[in-house]
């Protein structure tokens, strides 16, 4: 079982200027406390059930690129991209910086995208839920064809890219690892099946059967199972005891859960308490 944090809020004590050294120390802990992942919210606002919408947010890959000068073998990515905030061309580009100054423990997280309001806000597009499926779809197969250093022309209905020449090549090959966040059945399940590494659900009830369908897709593209990492993400707070996060753990994995990343609004309070996860999970 893998342990990773997300960091969903930046209200750390002392205010803006605490940010930057707050963020890096729970960087720092969280990777010297043995965690597999870190993870920051690819939002431009702070999202309605974390905070107040005018709360600090930071820039997602800024944030990563500073937490990967600070840690030596955590991997880092988003939960998860929206589509629609980044050019495809320039989304690879940027995802492979990270890997590459990381050491090639980059992940491309990605979505669908969802909050209308940030995108209004900052004057980016939000076209319809159909169309921003496709642009995902088109995004996935860009990225894979930029890492795999074919530089052919790619022609689809939302974007064209000329010549699609990614140097320098991520480091991790044959690509930084692929997730595609979402428990929608009928495409983010079938995405998961025909692009990515991994796939992000919710800890619910609906979880066995979210994954009987990645199953099914995974049968109808003629992709093993078993090579999709399954990640859920589930709440932490500074009260939740050891025993109570190991539990989830456990229950978790029984379900056929690979990774599960506690998501703490107050990751500042929680690093030391999941660093004793981690070593007991990794123990029993």
Known sequence: MRIGLQIPAFTFPGGVEQIGP?????ARDADQGGLDSLWVMDHFFQ???VGP??????EAYTALAYAAALTERITLGTMVTGVIFRHPGVLVKTVTTLDVLSGGRAWLAIG???????????GLPFPPTAERFEQLEETLQIALQMWKGDESPYRGRHHTLERPLN???????????????????KKTLRFVAKYAD???????EELPHKLRVLREHCEREGRPYEEIEKTVLTIITPDTSVEEAVEVAGRLGERGVDHVIYSAFEPHRVTDLLARVRERVGRD
């Open 22 to 26: 707050e963020f890096g120390r729970i």
């Open 47 to 49: 999202i309605p059930h």
């Open 53 to 58: 919408v005018e709360d600090p947010m930071l």
């Open 112 to 122: 669908a995208a969802w909050n209308e309001e940030e995108s209004v806000g900052l």
């Open 167 to 185: 140097s320098p090549q991520s480091l991790r090959r044959p690509h930084p690892r692929i997730l595609v966040g979402g428990g929608g059945e």
């Open 198 to 204: 991994a796939c992000n659900l919710s800890d619910g």
